[in-house]
């Protein structure tokens, strides 16, 4: 089942809004993160918190220079779920989920990501 899911900010303050910037224009969005999902995992549901992925320097591989290092779990959290089904039979999904969030802090550890594992074949490449 393949499912688009958007997380989208609710009720976002000022001081919110300044930290949700699209990097490529500038422009604000209340867009938080979006997902495309394949597998048969169950949708998010209230209560969910978004991941959030931390570059820290002294931890970069000189290999992958832009990858992030540590994530944490996220002052996001999903409020409440609308799921769409288009009725088209050639839908390039299944289903769209909008998953609306709510800004809830919380103090959560920076966990370290696991070594990025490059395959043989991207090696040889």
């Given amino acids: 089942m393949s499912k688009y899911i958007i997380f989208k900010a609710e009720n976002a303050s000022t001081e919110q809004w ?3 910037i699209l990097a490529h224009t500038g422009a ?3 867009i938080l993160a979006e ?4 597998s048969k995992r169950p949708l998010p549901q209230p209560g969910y918190r978004l991941k959030e992925y931390h570059r820290i ?5 000189p ?3 832009g990858a992030s290092t540590h994530s944490r779990v996220g002052d996001w959290e999903v409020s409440r779920v609308e799921e769409y089904v ?3 039979p ?3 999904f299944e289903t769209i989920v909008i998953c609306y969030c709510r800004y809830a802090p919380i103090t959560s550890p920076l966990e370290p990501l696991p070594e990025i594992q490059v395959s043989q074949q991207l090696q040889e490449a």
Avoid: I, N, W
């Avoid at 997902?35 to 394949?38: I, L, R």
């Avoid at 320097?57 to 591989?61: P, R, S």
């Fill in 18 to 20: 300044k930290k949700m």
């Fill in 57 to 61: 320097e002294q931890f970069v591989d």
């Fill in 86 to 88: 288009p009725d088209l």
């Fill in 35 to 38: 997902h495309y999902d394949s």
């Fill in 28 to 30: 604000c969005t209340d």
């Fill in 63 to 65: 290999k992958f220079p």
């Fill in 90 to 92: 050639v839908a390039e």
